[in-house]
């Protein structure tokens, strides 16, 4: 069930690795909030807490209410984190989980806090709210004694009658200080307006006007030459003059536009360009030539002068053959070196190769080339009433006694060297291979077989049957002591995605990041055989 529309939210991650060697870690979380939880406003009463189990990883992801949402009361509350993993030590604290985390949140990067009543759980102290009671009024974080406390204190009401004598004291005493000191402001503001008011230039605004109109006439004189600045032109009469000027100069230039473009347009060659053009077409025009048939193109068999072109049918050498000619029908039998998978010359050529793979030895009566691997063909006899039925065996030596890699996800497994194990075998779309294996295995990893693609990527898983790979892979593998197994060969059906070169490959998968080993060793080999059956008969 998802939290109610509109409560606060946030996601709480984790994980838990072993200090030696990263592994993960197994074990439990438990959350709990500080009290029980009433939501009005979503219509909730959240109560208890909750219990998380590590995945294989060693991690978890919750998602937990928000510790400052307003609409949850009591405030102040918290979370209380209990760490139980398995083989580690337990530890217990309070931690704040306000919305301005942002949406997600690892507790790796929260500090511990003080538990809702002020104790342990870290350095911070928990700042309470809401209304005081008690011997307190108003509220927190900053309450006041309420006036029974107070009275408690002075039963005779002594203290409370001197608070009130000395606050009347004060007001009185206060008032009058307010009093003399309204007056006397009145007075001495009186008395600066008169002398404002009777003074020749209080702001000096008459002395600046004064200086401001003798450097004016100075700069008229200096700029105009005129010592009477009334003389001096008029916006209207400058104007006036300025639009007869332009006038005048518009005229003259149209005037002249004119004459021009008459005079350019009665020229017979005003750029020159009718002369150019017709010197290069006098250069580059050629001479006309024929050409007509007679005996033949002589003469070097250039178009200098004209020339004479004959061309004569037949089935001699130095003769064009016609459409209706015979030699045009008759077939033609291949001749020169066979290529590809063909060996020899035409037109018998022999098979050499096989999908590029050379064919080794001579053949016999009734053989056929086989590719035995994606790297080696002969010539073999086909057996089952026609049918070949292919085997390939692999086995692998070359491992020391190790843990396989660790692998988060679904991977090749492989030796302590990098070598795959997995086998390939020449295979078509449609064929169906059988594998049989024997090895040895310990510890707690997931094994499976699958069929890889072209690209040498698992595509097809045996327990699934599709490209998903199982959750705890092959049932006949489980890793627990615990169970009976009862195992056999395992089938996969070839498409042409599988192919690479001719060839189908087999492998084994494993998953898992605990203890596991699957030996390839020289005392304790691997081997892998894969059969090819053909495709289903009709």
């Not at 003389?231 to 230039?253: H, I």
């Not at 049989?436 to 698992?458: C, K, Q, S, Y």
Request: proline share 7%; charged share 15%; aromatic share 4%.
């Amino acid at each position: 069930m998802a939290f109610p529309v509109g409560a606060q939210t946030i996601t709480l991650t984790g994980t838990f690795p072993v200090p030696v060697g990263g592994t993960a870690r197994a074990g439990r979380i438990v959350l709990t909030p500080s009290a029980t939880l009433v939501d009005a406003t979503q219509k909730a009463i959240y109560s208890g807490g909750g219990t998380l189990t590590l995945d294989n990883a060693g991690k978890f992801t919750v998602v937990l209410l928000c510790t400052n949402d307003t609409d949850v009361q009591p405030t102040g509350w918290r979370w209380r984190v209990d760490e139980q993993p398995s083989g580690g030590p337990r530890r217990t604290y309070w931690i704040d989980l306000p919305s301005t985390l942002g949406p997600t949140v690892d507790l790796s990067t929260l500090a511990p806090v003080s538990a809702p009543d002020g104790t342990g759980g870290g350095s911070q102290t928990a700042t309470p709210t809401g209304p005081a009671g008690g011997a307190l009024t108003g509220t927190y974080p900053n309450p006041n004694l309420s006036s029974g406390t107070i009275a408690s204190f002075d039963p005779a009401g002594a203290a409370a009658t001197a608070q009130t004598a000395a606050a009347a004291d004060a007001t009185t005493k206060a008032n009058a200080a307010q009093t003399a000191a309204t007056s006397a402001a009145a007075t001495d503001a009186t008395a600066k307006v008169a002398a404002h008011t009777v003074a020749s230039d209080p702001h000096g605004d008459r002395a600046a006007a004064s200086s401001a109109l003798a450097a004016h006439a100075a700069d008229s004189t200096d700029v105009h030459g005129i010592t009477n600045t009334a003389a001096l032109e008029t916006a209207a009469g400058a104007q006036a003059k300025a639009d007869s000027a332009q006038t005048a100069a518009t005229t003259a230039a149209a005037s002249d536009a004119t004459s021009k473009v008459t005079a350019h347009t009665g020229a017979s060659d005003p750029h020159g360009d009718r002369a150019y053009a017709d010197t290069q077409t006098a250069t580059r025009v050629p001479t006309t030539r024929q050409i007509t048939a007679g005996t033949g193109l002589t003469g070097g068999g250039t178009l200098a002068a004209d020339r004479t072109l004959a061309v004569t049918y037949g089935a001699t050498a130095g003769t064009a053959a016609e459409g209706n000619d015979g030699r045009l029908a008759d077939a033609r039998t291949p001749t020169g070196a066979a290529g590809g998978d063909l060996s020899g010359t035409y037109p018998n050529p022999t098979v050499g190769k096989v999908n590029g793979v050379a064919v080794t030895g001579t053949p016999t009566a009734g053989q056929v080339p086989t590719a035995t691997s994606g790297a080696a063909a002969s010539w073999q006899t086909p057996s089952g009433g026609g049918t070949t039925i292919r085997s390939a065996t692999v086995r692998i030596t070359d491992g020391a006694i190790a843990d396989l890699p660790s692998a988060p996800a679904w991977t090749i497994a492989m030796t302590s060297v990098g070598t795959l194990l997995q086998c390939s075998i020449a295979a078509d779309p449609a064929d169906r291979l059988r594998l049989e294996a024997d090895f040895m295995r310990i510890g707690t990893r997931f094994l499976d077989w699958v069929l890889l693609d072209n690209t040498g990527t698992p595509d097809e898983y045996g327990t699934t049957r599709t490209s998903t790979p199982p959750a705890e892979g092959s049932p006949s593998m489980y890793p627990s002591t615990s169970f009976g197994y009862v195992q056999g060969s395992k089938q996969f059906v070839v498409a042409a995605r599988h192919i690479n070169a001719g060839m189908a490959t087999i492998a084994l998968a494993q998953q898992g990041t605990s203890s596991g080993k699957v030996y390839a060793h020289t005392t304790y080999p691997f081997e892998l055989t894969l059969t090819n059956i053909g495709p289903e008969p009709a």
